[in-house]
């Protein structure tokens, strides 16, 4: 068995151990405060607690359109995704990416050590690199057309709440994982460094997908909000490509102009054109940018 093989097989028993440790709450991984799997309840029951107690849009239910769909999609996306695929593909594309490297006699591309930076700085710099890059591949999947087609699954929520935020086609995992691994990278950050921006940054997107409306004050220009975002999944926008990029900041859109808040009634009919069409059962939904793929080359 060769080093890719190796690694490929041992992904598969490693990632099914770490789950297994998160589960059931086992500090062999990571100390207790650091587990994923309960932090995402946490978080997300906090949230639609909030969205129970101070719904923005009063007409809308408690449990909203889709809301046992997103609640799969959440789990899917951040645990069984990685446990089917993902963790082992991540591991070869490393490894694949270490050994170019070498073949060049470059050990890593670390250009920035930060390392000896207080603490607070290094989480700060991983939070602007991490989202400004985020917000550079997610206008990314607004304009090319082949990853649009992936991108419409997050888009075709036809109701907000809290869960839409991790409703989205597992391409886009490989897509952004992809792509941001070389900025990290060069200054000196693995993906899954510094629980508590991850986290953050998951506080920030349910936040921002939630049926509740949240006054950032002077705030809203740096943070992203639930009033900005669903203007993002407005199925009128004022250009082609839409508005309201931004993940966990805001800033960016100020900054390149691609904000966008006309009103905050927050009575917008979200989506986008041809969404009647979109299916609605999680296996079709995967398999939709493949078949749309075929529909548009059919004459």
């Known amino acids: 068995m060769n080093k890719y093989s190796e690694i490929f097989v041992s992904s598969f028993s490693e990632y099914w151990d770490y789950l297994l ?12 405060i650091e587990n994923w799997f309960y932090g995402l309840i946490l978080i997300s029951v906090s949230i639609w607690v909030l969205e129970l107690v101070s719904p923005w849009r009063k007409k809308q239910k408690a449990i909203r359109r889709d809301f046992w769909l997103d609640g799969f999609y959440m789990f899917f996306n951040v ?9 082992a593909i991540g591991n070869i594309g490393v490894q694949l990416f270490n050994d170019f490297l070498a073949a060049f006699g470059i050990e890593n591309i670390v250009a920035l050590h930060i390392e000896t930076l ?10 602007l690199v991490a989202d400004f890059s985020g917000w550079w591949i997610h206008r990314l999947l607004h304009r090319v057309p082949f990853l649009w087609e992936f991108h419409k699954l ?7 709440g809290f869960a839409a935020h991790l409703r989205f086609h597992w391409m886009e995992t490989i897509v952004y994982r ?21 986290m953050f940054m998951l506080l920030i997107g349910h936040l921002n997908h939630a ?34 990029f931004g993940l966990t900041l805001s800033l960016w859109d100020y900054i390149f ?26 296996t079709d939904q995967v398999i939709y940018p493949v078949r749309s793929k075929r529909r548009t080359k059919s004459p």
């Open 21 to 32: 440790s998160e589960v059931f709450w086992d500090f062999t991984y990571k100390p207790w």
């Open 79 to 87: 645990f069984l995704f990685s446990l089917i695929a993902f963790n």
């Open 118 to 127: 207080p603490t607070w700085s290094q989480l700060l710099v991983l939070l």
């Open 154 to 160: 997050h888009h075709s929520v036809k109701e907000m």
């Open 178 to 198: 992809t792509l941001q691994y070389i900025p990290l990278a060069i200054i000196g950050f693995g993906l899954d460094d510094f629980f508590v921006v991850h």
């Open 211 to 244: 049926n509740i409306k949240l006054n950032y004050g002077p705030l809203k220009y740096i943070f992203n909000n639930p009033t900005m975002h669903l203007y993002h999944h407005a199925k009128k926008v004022p250009n082609r490509y839409g508005v309201n």
């Open 257 to 282: 102009k691609t904000d966008y808040i006309p009103e905050e009634s927050g009575d917008v009919e979200l989506g986008f054109d041809g969404d009647d069409e979109f299916p609605e059962n999680f």
